[in-house]
């Protein structure tokens, strides 16, 4: 027993102090300071991975960002990820083994090896943070949404950690001077009181009977099914109809011959990112929609970057088959998507990406008119020249990226960013027969609140994996989570109270 003992004392020392003689021979300034600054680190990296997995839903922004700025497509989320649970795993083992020392009586003294560390990891950290805050604040709603899907769940693992962690708080409180140990005391019982009594705050729309869940969002497919096949092709728009979709979401340009087409990307180097157009045309840059006639836009090769890059790393589930059709899409024209649309009766909804937008409305309407399509099925989603589509097709279904604007038309259907609205204000609006789109949405847990909610659709890239979720992941009624709640308060205090008495 003494041998274990003795090798956990050298290990422990030897990791968190990169000292492995005898504790007496070390340095032991600022200690206590140096634990402080390592446990601040831990809980702020821990909160800063949360935030990471909390975002993963909207990755390919940051993706996009980063194409933007350098013309190069890299996951650069990936490596944030990667980066971050490299940083938070550092330190939490490091506090682990600060905890293990206090509780076999070691002096602390961290390495400055370690202080480096952690100095970069501030860095990493402040840059983080003042990034989502400069370039991606819309990102801090989507957080405090989570919290409604998470928050339950969070209590109850911050009453376990408190559980385990107080055997380490009582040893040290008992080896204390009288004034640390009146700090040590005050500080443990607001952290308690916090973590117990948060559960008054907590509020979530999951938090209700199963017998009261709304009907399942419906699914649209944005730009198709963009996991399974490269964006905005007409593969990708025939594998979204195996999801059940009840909309095609898709971005139109106009051509240099006037023809509607196919594509998200727009304004500077437009074609960059989805074709070949620097093996295609590898001395000209092409900067808008008009530069090149539909002939030409349809000689690119729209599908070869989706196996190269792998974008949602979900190739590998495509067969050899499926591989090939991808290698060889083109960028098809607004017609092809309407004819799909029609043979499916799927409805459509786009943006129209362009600087001469009243030209390019009439050419638009046009072409859909043309096409011979139900007209309800079209969801007019462009704000301008709104008047001149009332006109021109008045069956067109009217679809509003605001609420104010919404309102002043006396229009009932809304597509908005999932996180530009609160809960509460969703719930009002189905309440008021609005029909409530929200995109993007691809993760489980944000499609089970949303639901929850009462959302009428969702725009999602994942349509494959959200027509199989066929319930929220928790529905819980209210008084039953009282009751859970309050029973593992109870459990944990007495705990406690047995761990206190035994180091007493």
């Known amino acids: 027993m003494s041998h274990n003992n003795s090798c956990c004392r050298f290990c422990c020392r030897g990791l968190y102090s990169c000292n492995w003689g005898d504790s007496s021979k070390s340095k032991r300034k600022c200690g206590c300071c140096w634990f402080s600054v390592v446990t601040l680190m831990s809980l702020l990296s821990l909160c800063w991975m949360y935030i990471c997995l909390v ?19 890299v996951n650069w989320f990936m490596v944030l990820i990667i980066i971050s649970a490299v940083f938070t795993s550092y330190c939490v083992l490091l506090l682990l083994f600060a905890l293990f020392q206090v509780a076999l009586g070691e002096q602390l003294d961290l390495h400055w090896l370690h202080k480096i560390f952690l100095f970069f990891g501030v860095i990493f950290l402040t840059f983080g943070v003042t990034g989502i805050s400069v370039k991606w604040a819309q990102e801090w709603p989507a957080v405090l949404l989570s919290l409604q899907a998470t928050g339950p769940f969070l ?28 700090l040590i005391a005050v500080v443990f019982l607001v952290v308690s009181a916090a973590i117990f009594l948060c559960p008054l705050f907590i509020r ?92 030409e836009l349809q000689s690119l090769n729209a599908g070869e970057w989706f196996l190269k890059t792998d974008p949602f790393r979900s190739v590998s589930q495509l067969s050899e088959e499926e591989k090939e059709t991808a290698r060889n899409q083109t960028i098809p024209s607004l017609l092809q998507l309407l004819n799909l649309a029609k043979q499916h009766n799927i409805s459509v909804i786009f943006d129209l990406k362009s600087s001469n937008l009243e030209n390019d409305t009439v050419d638009t309407v ?36 605001n609420k104010k604007d919404m309102l002043n038309k006396s229009g009932s259907h809304l597509n908005v960013k999932y996180s530009s609205l609160s809960t509460k204000k969703i719930s ?22 949303l639901w929850c909610v009462g959302a009428s659709s969702v725009t999602t890239n994942s349509c494959h994996l959200l027509k199989d979720v066929h319930q929220p992941d928790w529905v819980l009624p209210h008084h039953r989570y009282t009751i859970i709640w309050i029973s593992v308060d109870i459990a944990s205090i007495l705990i406690m109270i047995g761990i206190c008495i035994f180091h007493w």
């Open 366 to 401: 046009d072409t859909i008119l043309k096409s011979g399509i139900d007209p309800s099925l079209v969801l007019w989603l462009p704000p301008r020249e709104r008047e001149y589509v009332n006109m021109a097709a008045p069956g067109f279904t009217q679809v509003y990226d």
């Open 55 to 73: 975002t993963f839903n909207d990755r390919e922004d940051v993706n996009w960002q980063g194409f933007t700025q350098l013309k190069r497509w």
């Open 155 to 182: 209590q109850f693992g911050a009453v376990g950690a408190l559980t385990l962690l107080s055997s380490f708080v009582f040893q040290g409180f008992h080896r204390a001077k009288i004034g640390h140990k009146f």
């Open 204 to 295: 979530s729309p999951c938090l209700i009977d199963p017998k009261d869940l709304p009907e399942k969002p419906k699914l649209i497919g944005h730009r198709g099914a963009p996991m399974l096949a490269p964006e905005n092709t007409m593969m990708s728009f025939h594998r979204s109809i195996a999801c059940n979709v009840t909309a095609f979401e898709t971005d139109v340009q106009l051509s240099k011959d006037r023809i509607p087409f196919l594509m998200h990307d727009n304004k500077s180097e437009f074609l960059l990112r989805t074709t070949n157009v620097k093996e295609k045309f590898p001395k000209k840059k092409f900067n808008h929609s008009t530069d090149l006639t539909l002939e």
């Open 428 to 449: 009002e609006l189905r309440r008021n027969n609005v029909t409530v789109n929200l995109w993007v949405v691809n993760e489980r847990w944000l499609f089970s609140l």
